[in-house]
């Protein structure tokens, strides 16, 4: 039984309906923004109605050629790794017989076996005993099926779900084997273009092991990959490619994390033992963590206070003021000095998106004492103070339009009065809208060095990319 897309389920579902319509909502790539007459209206007062009306349009024009080109893909392998990453494809599924999990798929999707086996050895296929609610915006299909499946009647029957809670049965874990048996009335969640990071092929990752030790590994993480792999890619990661390098039986664990676009240190664990010992360090504070950041204007030097809303999702909104609920953000600028901006050679090997920055004679590189650990936490710091990393192609866009056209930014420095909290809100997802995506390889930023237990342990990058 196939189950029609559960729309809000999958980060990587891309809605995106006519641009005359009244609200169109775009998630794409872990940028999301709500787009209507009322907003084009603000933009207007803005100077801003081309740009947006642009925007839209190509935002539109990506769905449509995201479609065609679904429509004409075809399915081998996963390997050799694609330069770049497929159009988005999140598959929800209910078993309708108890059968092989492979042999289910490949005949529900219309996917040769191999490549099927692949997305199982990449980690990007899902289940649950019981298929999980549907989110408020699901079609009567889809709430239909999803009822039918889970009436009490038909999970009393179910003997693999009895003394679990539906809660407990609803829980998804990973299909680690194409042989494995699922019984009829499993959810399945199968993710067909999972996440590609091409960088891991072409990385000498003998040469990024700063240090070996029978606790741990700390690595010189290359720009452009994943520390431990994603929702739907385990296989190319950091710690994968570590451990083979090094010949290691045991795989590499993930103790922290980094962006997928900064590069420098990182400490994987060699057992779960360290690795639980190490989260105990961070968590007592004891791991201090050194960035450079080449920002594409000056930063004052001190301490930079901000508030993050506390949702987990792109972009990373934070405020000048303290908002109740929102995450404290702490980071310390120790040192700003005008450098360079990188040399065209490479903005093109880092895939660089200057954004139409104007003024690309110097950069600004920052070493920053990061005092709280947030995600995106100095990107969205420093374009908070108009001074976004360079190369950062989600953050710099909105800094740019709270330049142009200042309180743009809800929470910024320059306050506008909102007459109601359906104005504000509106103006809260304009602001998101004016970010753009996640950068494809590598921004200006350094994990540069990590140490802990009062510097007994301290461990150094190599020179940034682009010194």
Same mark, same amino acid.
């Given at each position: 039984m196939?189950?029609p897309?559960?729309?809000?389920?999958?980060?990587?579902s891309t809605? &995106?309906?006519?641009?005359?319509?009244?609200s169109?909502?775009v998630? /794409?790539?872990g940028?999301?923004?709500?787009?209507?007459?009322?907003?084009?209206?603000?933009?207007?007062?803005?100077?801003?109605?081309?740009?947006?009306?642009?925007?839209?349009?190509?935002?539109?024009?990506?769905?449509? #050629?995201?479609?065609?080109?679904?429509?004409?893909?075809?399915?081998?392998?996963?390997?050799?790794c694609?330069?770049? %990453?497929?159009?988005p494809?999140?598959?929800?599924?209910?078993?309708?017989?108890?059968g092989?999990?492979?042999?289910?798929?490949c005949k529900? +999707?219309?996917?040769?076996?191999?490549?099927?086996e692949d997305?199982?050895?990449?980690?990007?296929?899902?289940?649950?005993?019981?298929?999980?609610?549907?989110?408020?915006?699901?079609?009567?299909?889809?709430?239909?099926?999803?009822e039918?499946?889970?009436d009490?009647?038909?999970?009393?029957?179910r003997?693999?779900?009895k003394?679990?809670?539906?809660?407990?049965?609803?829980?998804?874990?990973r299909?680690?084997r194409?042989?494995?048996?699922?019984?009829a009335?499993?959810?399945?969640?199968?993710?067909?273009?999972?996440k590609?990071?091409?960088?891991?092929? @072409?990385?000498?990752?003998?040469?990024r092991?700063?240090?070996?030790?029978?606790?741990?590994?700390? +690595?010189?993480?290359?720009a452009?990959?994943?520390?431990?792999?994603?929702?739907?890619?385990?296989?190319?990661?950091?710690?994968?490619?570590a451990?083979?390098?090094l010949g290691?039986?045991?795989?590499l664990?993930?103790?922290?994390?980094?962006?997928?676009?900064?590069?420098?240190?990182?400490v994987?664990?060699?057992?779960?033992?360290?690795c639980?010992v190490f =989260?105990?360090k961070?968590?007592?504070?004891?791991?201090?963590k050194?960035?450079?950041?080449? @920002?594409?204007?000056?930063?004052?030097?001190?301490?930079l206070? =901000?508030y993050?809303?506390p949702? %987990?999702? #792109?972009?990373r909104?934070?405020?000048?003021?303290?908002?109740?609920g929102?995450?404290?953000?702490q980071?310390?600028? &120790?040192?700003?000095?005008k450098?360079?901006?990188?040399?065209?050679?490479?903005?093109s090997?880092?895939?660089?998106?200057?954004c139409r920055w @104007?003024?690309?004679?110097?950069?600004y590189?920052?070493?920053?004492? +990061?005092?709280?650990?947030?995600t995106?936490?100095i990107?969205?710091?420093?374009?908070?103070?108009s001074?976004?990393?360079?190369?950062d /192609?989600?953050y710099?866009?909105?800094?740019?339009?709270?330049?142009i056209?200042?309180?743009?930014?809800?929470?910024?420095?320059i306050?506008?009065?909102?007459?109601n909290?359906?104005?504000k809100?509106?103006?809260?997802?304009?602001?998101?809208a004016?970010?753009?995506?996640e950068?494809?390889?590598?921004?200006? +930023?350094?994990?540069?060095q990590i140490?802990?237990?009062?510097?007994?342990?301290?461990?150094?990058a190599?020179?940034?990319?682009w010194?």
């Amino acid at each position: 039984m196939g189950l029609p897309p559960l729309r809000g389920i999958s980060c990587q579902s891309t809605a &995106l309906s006519d641009i005359n319509s009244t609200s169109d909502t775009v998630s /794409s790539n872990g940028c999301n923004g709500v787009f209507s007459n009322s907003a084009a209206h603000v933009c207007v007062q803005n100077g801003f109605f081309i740009c947006w009306l642009y925007r839209l349009k190509r935002l539109k024009q990506e769905h449509e #050629a995201s479609i065609d080109s679904v429509l004409q893909l075809k399915y081998g392998r996963l390997l050799p790794c694609p330069f770049q %990453n497929g159009p988005p494809r999140v598959e929800h599924l209910v078993v309708p017989e108890e059968g092989p999990v492979l042999e289910y798929i490949c005949k529900a +999707l219309d996917l040769p076996p191999l490549y099927v086996e692949d997305l199982i050895q990449f980690g990007a296929v899902y289940y649950a005993l019981v298929c999980p609610k549907p989110p408020p915006t699901a079609t009567p299909e889809q709430i239909k099926v999803y009822e039918e499946v889970t009436d009490p009647s038909v999970l009393r029957k179910r003997t693999s779900i009895k003394g679990k809670t539906v809660r407990e049965a609803q829980k998804t874990f990973r299909i680690t084997r194409p042989d494995e048996i699922v019984e009829a009335g499993t959810y399945l969640r199968v993710h067909v273009h999972p996440k590609r990071f091409p960088r891991c092929y @072409a990385i000498d990752w003998k040469s990024r092991i700063i240090a070996v030790t029978d606790d741990y590994v700390v +690595l010189d993480k290359p720009a452009g990959t994943s520390v431990g792999g994603t929702t739907d890619n385990i296989e190319e990661s950091c710690a994968t490619f570590a451990t083979r390098a090094l010949g290691f039986s045991a795989p590499l664990q993930t103790t922290h994390q980094i962006d997928n676009c900064t590069e420098g240190c990182v400490v994987l664990a060699r057992s779960k033992e360290y690795c639980s010992v190490f =989260h105990g360090k961070i968590r007592e504070k004891k791991v201090k963590k050194l960035y450079l950041a080449l @920002a594409a204007a000056p930063v004052p030097i001190g301490i930079l206070t =901000h508030y993050m809303r506390p949702i %987990n999702m #792109a972009p990373r909104l934070v405020s000048e003021d303290f908002v109740k609920g929102w995450l404290l953000c702490q980071l310390e600028v &120790l040192e700003c000095k005008k450098v360079p901006w990188p040399r065209s050679e490479f903005e093109s090997t880092y895939n660089l998106d200057d954004c139409r920055w @104007a003024m690309k004679d110097f950069a600004y590189e920052c070493q920053i004492n +990061l005092r709280t650990g947030r995600t995106h936490q100095i990107r969205a710091q420093l374009a908070a103070c108009s001074a976004p990393v360079v190369g950062d /192609s989600m953050y710099m866009p909105a800094a740019i339009a709270e330049m142009i056209s200042p309180g743009s930014n809800p929470f910024g420095k320059i306050k506008k009065l909102y007459t109601n909290e359906n104005d504000k809100s509106l103006a809260v997802d304009e602001w998101i809208a004016q970010h753009g995506k996640e950068p494809s390889v590598a921004v200006g +930023l350094q994990a540069c060095q990590i140490s802990w237990d009062d510097g007994k342990h301290c461990y150094d990058a190599r020179s940034p990319w682009w010194r």
